[in-house]
């Protein structure tokens, strides 16, 4: 059937969320080393701790993801009391960090642009906070060919439930088969939007990458460059979904 809109991740589907974090922690570290005289590998040991607890506590949230939370923790384990100070202090470096590093993949606005020519609807579909990702679509440069945006902060859950790509199709006004879904990860974003018939299509950069066992995480496409999605396209356009998949 012919696709009306496709559906995309954000972090490491339309970017390098890996590299920038990275380089984002390494700003954060800067600031409470300053402060605590922290070595790199305790400072990330203390952040991986801190987020740990709060994924464990918040899980199914889209406050399980609030960086403030992880700093605010980090403070309380080392300060024994909070800082408002420095915890918005290193929040704040954190993501004027990542947002002043952030570059599109390579293809990804040419991909965008030939959607918009084709009448293709292009929606956002991704954990975390509303302001966040918006502050990141506006930082890429993609405000004016996105059509949707659902956050788990707005759908009150996170991929891989079904509700965030039921959210997205009602907005859109499209049918599960009218729709692709795009996403790096086989657990959030292939599972969560197989569950709701919608043709899912995995990106894999890394060659070295596991791809899922499990049939309710396999794709129906799998691509190693965005342009390749074009390809796709054209496939879902000739052929039954049921007679791709697998």
């Known amino acids: 059937m012919e696709k009306k809109a496709i559906l995309f991740d954000l972090d490491n589907t339309l970017y390098n969320y890996d590299l920038v974090h990275e380089k984002a922690l390494k700003e954060v570290h800067r600031i409470l080393n300053r402060r605590l005289n922290i070595g790199l590998k305790e400072f990330l040991r203390l952040y991986g701790i801190s987020k740990t607890e709060i994924h464990r506590e918040l899980s199914g949230t889209a406050s399980s993801h609030n960086r403030i939370l992880y700093f605010q923790r980090m403070i309380e384990k080392t300060e024994k009391t909070v ?128 791809l899922p066992k499990e049939d309710y995480r396999k794709p129906d496409f799998i691509i190693k460059d965005i342009s390749e999605l074009s390809d796709v396209l054209e496939k879902t356009q000739k052929f039954p979904a049921s007679l791709q998949r697998g």
């Open 83 to 210: 800082e408002p100070g420095i915890i918005l202090k290193m929040y704040n470096a954190y993501w004027d960090s990542l947002l002043k590093n952030m570059r599109l993949y390579k293809g990804v606005l040419s991909l965008f642009k030939e959607l918009k020519r084709r009448n293709i609807k292009i929606g956002i579909v991704s954990n975390l906070t509303t302001h966040i990702q918006l502050r990141k679509l506006h930082k890429l440069g993609l405000s004016e060919y996105i059509d949707i945006l659902v956050t788990s902060e707005e759908a009150g859950r996170e991929k891989p439930h079904p509700s965030m790509f039921l959210f997205a199709l009602n907005k859109l006004r499209v049918l599960p088969s009218e729709v692709l879904a795009v996403g790096d990860d086989p657990k959030t974003d292939i599972e969560g939007a197989n569950a709701v018939g919608i043709d899912t299509v995995l990106l894999v950069k890394n060659v070295q990458a596991k």
